[in-house]
T-cell receptor, first 113, second 114 residues
Framework: AQKITQTQPGMFVQEKEAVTLDCTYD???????LFWYKQPSSGEMIFLIY??????QNATEGRYSLNFQKARKSANLVISASQLGDSAMYFC??????????FGTGTSLTVIP | ETGVTQTPRHLVMGMTNKKSLKCEQH?????MYWYKQSAKKPLELMFV???????ENNSVPSRFSPECPNSSHLFLHLHTLQPEDSALYLC?????????????FGPGTRLTVL
């Protein structure tokens, strides 16, 4: 069965510091994609970063990077130089074969000034 | 206008009302999705449409009725809802149905059923 696990319900980080949000996944499909989304209090789910299962290098997008460890089935999101606007819910998601996107329960990040 | 838009952003309705949620995508995508997001639960996929054809219905009660007249528009018709249907309803689109294409989401409709 496909599954995404986010074990940190809430995280705090000091402004300008880096923070890692954990995500582990479970799938038997050889080809899959891993995604991170940010959801501010306004509700919109904002796409941040994508990692394909066959990608050799970790994905990076500006201050976001994905620490992909395939053998451990983990896809942690690293946010560098945190900003106050980074305070939001963060969701890890996976898509394998078929239509389904599997989402984790999310991590609430609060950036402290 | 760009991206995925949803209207209304907020909706309060009684259990006997009939209302519709609208989603429109301006990304040239072929697949569209409805999700339900309840407090402290993972997102639940409700329906998937690919090239206007429904390809997924995740055991959603019949009081939710989707409609996809074309690849750019998606509706969710609501009737005789229950208070437990109160949630954030998110629409998303992707270039195609399968594979690992990124889904892009709209801002959601926050629904309250009294």
């Amino acid at each position: 069965a496909q599954k995404i696990t986010q074990t940190q319900p809430g995280m705090f980080v000091q402004e300008k510091e880096a923070v890692t949000l954990d995500c582990t996944y479970d799938t038997s499909d050889p080809s899959y994609g891993l995604f991170w989304y940010k959801q501010p209090s306004s509700g919109e789910m904002i796409f941040l970063i994508y990692q394909g299962s066959y990608d050799q290098q970790n994905a990076t997008e500006g201050r976001y990077s994905l620490n992909f460890q395939k053998a451990r089935k983990s896809a942690n999101l690293v946010i560098s130089a945190s900003q106050l606007g980074d305070s939001a819910m963060y969701f890890c998601a996976m898509r394998a074969t078929g239509n389904q996107f599997y989402f984790g329960t999310g991590t609430s990040l609060t950036v402290i000034p | 206008e760009t991206g995925v838009t949803q209207t209304p952003r907020h909706l309060v309705m009684g259990m006997t009302n009939k209302k519709s949620l609208k989603c429109e995508q301006h990304l040239g995508h072929n697949a569209m999705y409805w999700y339900k997001q309840s407090a402290k639960k993972p997102l639940e996929l409700m329906f998937v449409y690919n090239f206007k054809e429904q390809t997924e219905n995740n055991s959603v009660p019949s009081r939710f009725s989707p409609e996809c007249p074309n690849s750019s528009h998606l509706f969710l018709h609501l009737h005789t809802l229950q208070p437990e249907d109160s949630a954030l309803y998110l629409c998303a689109s992707s270039r195609r149905e399968g594979g690992t294409d990124t889904q892009y989401f709209g801002p959601g409709t926050r629904l309250t059923v009294l």
